[in-house]
């Protein structure tokens, strides 16, 4: 007899992709708009009693933009808003990215995910919830260091109706969705959306839905120059997302789950970050900057060294004013479902994971509620590079996230799932 405990629950997606012509946005080595699409860009909703995530395939959302839409939902603080974090769609933050975002599109993104709840909540019928844990399905790697820690785990959710008619298979794993490179002008959803087409024709009838885990210093393996160019090497092709996706699936259909006997609770907190600037003499580095962006013999270079030319004539001037933002964490018949925002290391992945009952195997997402940008692991500092040093311009802050940040959140989420027992 399955003793798990009855919810009321609902999933839904949404179409979000806009026409052709708009920005790419992810690779400064992409001046080109988008051409057509190769994959829907979706909003995926999932409702679990009077708590919701709704999941975008898009490189982020604003938090201004996320909290328009816990308002317009009616779920407050019981939703929680992710994205997938693609880089094969358009600028979805204002004034971060690179770029802007266009008006239109951000509407529609919004509308899109306002949608795909109402329609979750639609469907919502009686549910029993199972979890489990699928084998690590070997396609991250570290890209900071070779020996550097990755988050193996892939945590699944799968929900049915009484009936054993399947409702959402929702799982998260901590690799950064980039196969695709600056060479594709074609939106996309990436790795996870091969995931999700194998899962969803397993599981007929179910919404799949996939969230971020810790991937701030995690991809695929490729090089770090292919990034920086238009040219499409072998291992970051369709064909190869595909290939991912599959092993993804795969470990995702393989997990053995367990019922859920809890109740459901939510328990959200309110952080704040500061910020530390340690570029010096910033009319000195535009000048500099300038010069470079006319010598570089590649585009995206030129591209980047313009970028932090403005960004040191504006927004570095800016008041170094903390970021102020939230963590949630669900807790949903007995799996905690922690939620950070930006993105994060695997590092930090890791700490909570440590901080947090091993059984069921608990959810830490990233990129929810906001990504305002990196926010690494303070053992990253001291080896500086591009998370630690130099994103900070790309996102349009004024310095970088101060040592210790993303421990603050890391704690905060801990003591969220802790105390943000089921009722």
């Not at 328009?68 to 933050?93: C, K, N, Q, W, Y």
């Not at 999700?196 to 991937?215: I, K, N, T, Y």
């Not at 006997?261 to 535009?286: H, N, P, Y």
Request: aromatic share 6%; net charge negative; charged share 20%.
């Amino acid at each position: 007899m399955d003793e798990s405990r009855v919810v009321s629950a609902g999933a839904a997606v949404v179409d979000v992709t806009p026409g052709p012509g708009l920005m790419m946005c992810g690779y400064a080595a992409r001046t080109e708009p988008a051409t057509g699409t190769h994959d829907p860009l979706t909003a995926r909703a999932l409702v679990v009693d009077d708590t919701a995530v709704v999941v975008a395939d898009v490189l982020g959302l604003h938090e201004e933009s996320c909290a328009r839409i816990r308002a317009r939902s009616g779920f407050g603080d019981r939703l929680v808003v992710v994205a997938t974090h693609t880089h094969g769609g358009p600028m979805p933050m204002p004034g971060r990215g690179g770029g802007d975002a266009d008006p239109a599109f951000l509407q529609q993104l919004e509308d899109g995910c306002l949608e795909a709840l109402r329609w979750a909540i639609e469907a919502r019928r009686p549910a029993r919830l199972r979890t489990g844990n699928g084998e690590n399905p070997g396609i991250a790697f570290n890209r900071r260091a070779a020996d550097g820690p990755i988050d193996p785990s892939v945590p699944v959710l799968r929900v049915d109706g009484l009936d054993g008619a399947p409702i959402a298979v929702m799982f998260a794993h901590g690799c950064h969705p980039v196969v695709l490179g600056a060479g594709n002008r074609l939106y996309t959803a990436d790795f996870p959306h091969y995931a999700r087409q194998v899962v969803e024709a397993a599981v007929p009838r179910a919404v799949a839905l996939f969230l971020p885990g810790c991937s701030g210093d995690v991809s695929t393996g490729h090089s770090a120059e292919s990034s920086i160019s238009t040219e499409t090497p072998p291992d970051r092709t369709y064909a190869e997302a595909e290939r991912l996706g599959r092993r993804l699936a795969e470990s995702v259909l393989g997990a053995a789950l367990s019922p859920l006997r809890g109740a459901v609770g939510v328990k959200s907190a309110a952080v704040e970050l500061r910020l530390v600037q340690q570029e010096q003499d910033l009319d000195a580095l535009a000048q500099q900057w300038r010069g470079m962006a006319e010598t570089a013999v590649a585009p995206a270079w030129a591209t980047l060294y313009r970028h932090w030319a403005d960004w040191a004539m504006t927004t570095a001037r800016e008041p170094l004013t903390p970021w102020r933002g939230r963590v949630t964490a669900f807790d949903w018949g007995g799996l905690k479902l922690a939620f950070l925002p930006g993105e994060i290391f695997a590092a930090t992945a890791l700490r909570v994971r440590a901080g947090l009952p091993t059984a069921p195997l608990p959810f830490v997402v990233s990129l929810a509620d906001g990504v305002p940008g990196y926010i690494p692991a303070r053992e990253a500092y001291p080896e500086g590079g591009y998370e630690v040093a130099e994103a900070h311009r790309y996102y349009g802050l004024p310095g970088a996230f101060a040592p210790g940040s993303a421990e603050t959140l890391a704690d905060a989420a801990i003591r969220c799932c802790l105390e943000g027992g089921g009722r």
